[in-house]
């Protein structure tokens, strides 16, 4: 199994739909991030969360939103889906103190 | 051949040949820099790192070299293979005086291996 798991992998949805796409690892990592990655552009941070309680805005937070349930467990949801959210979304983890992220595989996300 | 990551996007290289990419970084409370690998579809996958308090690091065909006077990172593949095609990310670990830290990624450069 994947240390860093996301579902779905794809997903097309209808604009103003609400949407959740889950992020889940078994590294034992306290911190998690949601990052959206456009064509032909780098990945840009959403929300960022160092434990179960924090949870900080990123440079393109609006339209989404996060929770984080569990340490293993950072959720992100779009309340109302519109066409220029269509993008590949990625969690990624990593353990205070130490060095080294660990990237989901990805979820590709289309609004139509 | 060379190429500033930020301005001249695509980096054309022959087989064989070594490739240099380049990347500006912005911050200067980085204290840990990456180079990840992407091909089309998947995720980013891990090349090399470097700590701030180095200046080089080698990996196998791969060696990063960081200049902090001009906030400068480079990654060089050498013997370049048909495998090194893809797109090529510099990312910067930007921690705040709290503790906080991200990742924060460049733009990219899409490198080409020629047969």
């Known amino acids: 199994d994947a240390d860093v798991t996301q579902t779905p992998r794809n997903r097309i949805t209808k604009t103003g739909k609400r949407i959740m796409l889950e992020c889940s690892q078994t590294?034992?990592?306290?911190?998690m991030y949601w990052y959206r990655q456009d064509p032909g552009l780098g990945l840009r941070l959403i929300y960022y969360?160092?434990?179960?309680?924090?949870?900080n805005k990123g440079e393109i937070s609006d339209g989404y939103s996060v929770s984080r349930q569990a340490q293993a467990k950072f959720s992100l949801s779009l309340e109302s889906a519109i066409p220029n959210q269509t993008a590949l979304y990625f969690c990624?983890?990593?353990?205070?103190?130490?060095?080294?992220?660990?990237f989901g595989s990805g979820t590709r996300l289309t609004v139509v | 051949g060379e190429s500033v990551g930020l301005h001249l996007p695509t980096l054309s290289v022959q087989e064989g040949d070594n490739s240099i990419i380049n990347c500006a970084y912005s911050?200067?409370?980085?204290?840990?820099f990456i180079w990840y690998k992407q091909e089309s579809g998947k995720g980013p996958q891990f090349i090399i790192d470097?700590?701030?308090?180095?200046d080089k690091r080698q990996g196998q065909r791969v060696t990063v070299l960081l200049n902090k006077t001009v906030k400068h990172l480079s990654l060089q593949i050498a013997a370049t293979q048909p495998g090194d095609s893809a797109v090529y990310f510099c990312?910067?670990?930007?921690?705040?005086?709290?503790?906080?830290?991200?990742?924060?990624f460049g733009t990219g450069t899409r490198l080409t291996i020629i047969p």
């Open positions: 990312a910067e670990n930007i921690v705040s005086n709290f503790g906080n830290e991200k990742l924060t």
């Open positions: 470097i700590r701030s308090n180095m």
């Open positions: 969360s160092f434990d179960v309680k924090d949870i």
């Open positions: 590294k034992g990592h306290d911190r």
């Open positions: 990624a983890t990593k353990k205070s103190g130490y060095y080294g992220y660990t």
């Open positions: 911050n200067s409370a980085s204290d840990y």
